[in-house]
């Protein structure tokens, strides 16, 4: 990762908050665990959010295509919210402090193409269609690929529930969409 790309400021601002938690805790002796989600979403996530798992849901409810912008290939997990929130207390309540958790649910490891063909699948009737209109100027980050290991919160007895049909269920219906 390069610091000094405009498109590092999300990954390097985590990084930041990381140390600050180590340093109070450090300074201060208080116990501190680092939780670091995957891709969180469910209800609550507002209809204008510009992720592109709010753009595929807003696509399916109008029953208009999706469109990508770039080839679809990079990879990643996803959180359903609830787990996220069950994720956190585990790691602060049963967690050893000072150490970090990855929270993702490995069964929604897809590609950004896969998930977007899954939504236009199942919730838009035939009526959306996936293209990738790949635009070599857009700031979208390179091709990767983001498995995430969550042994360590395993270990601690956590396991997400929800894959993408429950979290793209109540996204949907709270964004006023038929499920």
Not at 39 to 52: A, H, I, M, N
Not at 77 to 82: E, I, K
Not at 123 to 147: I, K, Q
């Amino acid at each position: 990762m390069d610091p000094l790309s405009v498109r590092s400021s999300y990954s390097e601002g985590k990084r930041m908050a990381e140390q600050y938690c180590a340093a109070y805790a450090a300074e201060y002796s208080v116990p501190t665990a680092v939780v670091r989600l995957a891709q969180t979403f469910g209800p609550g996530v507002s209809p204008e959010d510009s992720r592109l798992f709010a753009l595929c849901a807003r696509c399916a409810v109008a029953g208009d295509d999706i469109v990508l912008r770039t080839t679809g290939k990079s990879t990643r997990m996803y959180l359903y919210v609830g787990d996220a929130v069950t994720a956190i207390l585990t790691a602060l309540l049963a967690g050893e402090p000072g150490r970090a958790y990855n929270a993702a649910n490995p069964n929604t490891y897809s590609s950004v193409r896969g998930m977007a063909e899954y939504v236009a699948e199942r919730y838009s009737n035939g009526r959306t269609h996936v293209h990738c209109e790949v635009d070599p100027d857009a700031p979208f980050p390179p091709e990767h690929h983001l498995p995430l290991d969550i042994s360590a919160l395993a270990a601690l007895g956590w396991h997400p529930e929800a894959g993408f049909d429950v979290m793209y269920d109540n996204l949907i219906a709270s964004f006023g969409g038929q499920v």
